[in-house]
């Protein structure tokens, strides 16, 4: 794993790292890949994956209406809100 | 009499409804022993005395026993949603965030009316073996403070340890309720996938998380998932089978049960004291009536990577949600929506945490799809197999929950990858979707071992009363770690 890979997939993942944290999960990240490349020697051709141990398929429920949460406790957690919305920085250009 | 706080839950039950001691009496037991211990042990993240005092008051008020957990003093773990009751998960990034909804665990011992005393520390998000990831401080070990409890339930092990509560929920995705019960001397069961609803635990590797109880003994184990079992039409991933009565798997009879030792769990990366104790405890249960024959599973040594592509895969996904908007840390003023996300998460997040979500970002990123993510979907389903093929042959399979006693705090953390080991024997129950127990079955410099049970699917019941039966016959879960000379054991000296 390169640097500017590591700075690539920061970047879709959100995260600002710094310029050490860059460096050491260069590292880190190559190691740990290079240790699970053993994973490569099975043959796995005709193996289907498995996404839940328990398998369940189609759970459905009837479409009720029900109560939902009190707009007024949803919002208490808000770092920034203003009225019954939350307040995020401009995306649009005005 | 033995002090409350050294006692197990059916015991204090037993105690409580024949009015030998008061709900407020127990309570307060347990505060005041947080109060003097927990200085030291740090297993609590928040404490919560008033609200505690004023459920023990309104039990000692109606007279009654009204319920089998009423007023037994649990802790939670911190990243089960406890309403108007911070839930952190350890985490900065949630430090101020107080959940307007109750887990539907917590909500199930509310209805008991049991007293939390508070929510318990962890390594942050649960990603961790040692509590050492939390991003506020480190549990201690009861048994010897200068090393770890375990993790990722490190401060619910420790708090039962400690007899700061009678029990304690854990939740577990790759060993996090066995494998510190394990290193603090206590019962951890981790459920079937599917037995305990998941509505309210914040979210870390979905296809493996599960919600159990940490406990002084298998009988409170049996009690506590009793309480919180069963399907929640909040979970769809709950499984709507009726829950049977655990208690009546409380049985000490082992005749003719079919005990697998598979090959892998005994060999390489296994401290050799640990497998001794592990080795008499199956030696225990032959002479008990059991059988035993050894089993290999060719794919246990796949474990691993396979865990730490999947879980940091799922992670980096459920962790999205943290991007300063609706709740949480938000740091930046005066930028860029993208680069307002990008400094709360640096900022909000610790480094393991981080880690995972760089690794599964990684892994699930355009071009490495195939060859980490779905190779390790199809690595899972060998696995899987390994134990389909021993329940033809086995009822269950005894293992070490750790391969090590509880390590020194520090000695691992700046090595991810001999971190990511302590869960070699417990990772490979939660990608095959099993129940598994961990109970004290010895000590190694005076250091608590687990013995793991593992089962079929839903088969709790055999877990139990295998675990039930050993318990019966030895007496390692009576010991208890003592904290109250403790300051000598800060210096090491509880060895």
Same mark, same amino acid.
């Given at each position: ?94 | ?8 839950a059916?015991?204090l039950m037993?105690?409580l ?9 127990l ?42 957990l009423a007023g037994i003093p649990i802790?939670?773990?911190? =990243?089960?949603?406890?309403? $108007? ?19 539907? +665990? ?6 008991q009316?049991v007293v939390? *005393? $508070? ?21 201690? =070990? ?17 708090? +039962? ?5 009678a029990a ?8 996090? %309720? ?6 603090? !001397? ?13 509505? !309210? ?12 109880? %940490? ?22 991933? *709950? ?66 990577? +396979? ?36 400094? *709360?998460?640096?900022? !909000? ?15 699930? *990123? ?66 095959? !979707? ?28 055999? +877990? ?32």
């Open positions: 794993m390169t640097e500017d890979e590591v700075a690539h997939v920061a970047y879709l993942a959100r995260l600002e790292l710094t310029p050490e944290e860059r460096k050491l999960f260069t590292v880190q990240l190559d190691s740990i890949l290079a240790h699970f490349r053993h994973l490569q020697e099975l043959d796995t051709t005709s193996v289907p994956p498995t996404s839940h141990a328990i398998s369940m398929q189609n759970v459905l429920r009837d479409d009720e209406v029900t109560q939902s949460l009190p707009v007024e406790d949803v919002l208490a957690n808000a770092p920034e809100r203003d009225d019954s919305f939350f307040v995020v920085p401009r995306i649009v250009e005005s | 009499m033995a002090e409350l706080q050294e006692l197990t059916h015991h037993d105690l409804a024949r009015r030998e001691v008061s709900y407020t009496d309570a307060k037991a347990s505060l005041d022993t947080i109060e003097r211990v927990d200085s030291q042990v740090r297993a609590f993240v928040t404490v919560t005395p008033e609200r505690a005092l004023s459920v023990a008051a309104a039990l000692d008020a109606a007279k009654a026993h009204p319920s089998p802790a939670i773990k911190d =990243n089960m949603c406890t309403r $108007g009751i911070p839930t952190t998960c350890s985490s900065k990034i949630l430090r101020n965030w107080v959940p307007p909804y109750n887990a539907t +665990v917590v909500e199930r011992l509310l209805q009316q939390i *005393s $508070g929510k318990t520390n962890l390594d942050e998000f649960a990603m961790g073996s040692s509590t050492e990831n939390s991003g506020f401080f480190t549990t201690h =070990n009861p048994w010897d403070l200068t090393r770890v409890p375990g993790g990722s339930s490190g401060g619910s092990a420790a708090a +039962v340890a400690a007899g700061e509560v304690a929920l854990g939740s577990d995705t790759g060993g996090s %309720i066995r494998q510190p019960a394990s290193f603090c !001397g206590v019962v951890g069961l981790k459920p079937t996938y599917g037995r305990v609803s998941r509505y !309210g635990l914040v979210a870390f590797a979905s296809s493996l998380d599960q919600i159990g109880p %940490i406990t002084r003994d298998v009988t409170d184990a049996a009690i506590v998932l009793q309480a919180i079992a069963g399907h929640d039409p909040r979970d769809s991933t *709950s499984v709507p089978l009726p829950v049977p009565d655990y208690t009546k798997s409380l049985v000490a009879n082992v005749k003719g049960l079919r005990i697998g030792k598979p090959r892998e769990y005994f060999g390489e990366g296994i401290d050799a004291p640990v497998r001794q104790m592990v080795e008499r405890a199956i030696d225990l249960m032959v002479s008990l009536g059991a059988q035993c024959e050894e089993i290999s599973m060719p794919h246990t040594q796949y474990a691993l990577p +396979v865990y730490y592509l999947i879980a940091p895969s799922e992670c980096s996904s459920n962790l999205a949600r943290y991007d300063g908007v609706k709740y949480g840390l938000r740091t930046a003023q005066d930028v860029d929506m993208i680069a307002m996300m990008e400094k *709360s998460r640096d900022e !909000g997040f610790g480094p393991e945490v981080k880690r995972r979500i760089m690794l599964g970002t990684y892994a699930l *990123s355009a071009g490495y799809y195939d060859a980490y993510y779905l190779k390790a979907q199809k690595v899972r389903t060998l696995i899987k197999r390994d134990f389909d093929r021993a329940w033809e042959q086995f009822d269950v399979l005894l293992t070490p929950t750790s391969p090590t006693v509880a390590f020194e705090i520090g000695a691992r953390v700046a090595d991810p990858l001999r971190m990511y080991a302590a869960d070699l024997c417990t990772i490979p129950v939660n990608l095959a !979707g099993l129940p598994a127990i961990s109970v004290p079955c010895g000590f190694v410099d005076g250091l608590p071992v687990g013995l793991q049970v593992i089962g079929k699917p839903f088969a709790e019941e055999t +877990v139990l009363q295998v675990a039930y039966t050993y318990e019966q016959h030895t007496e390692w879960h009576k010991r208890r770690p003592n904290l109250e000379g403790s300051t000598a054991a800060a210096g090491g000296g509880a060895k």
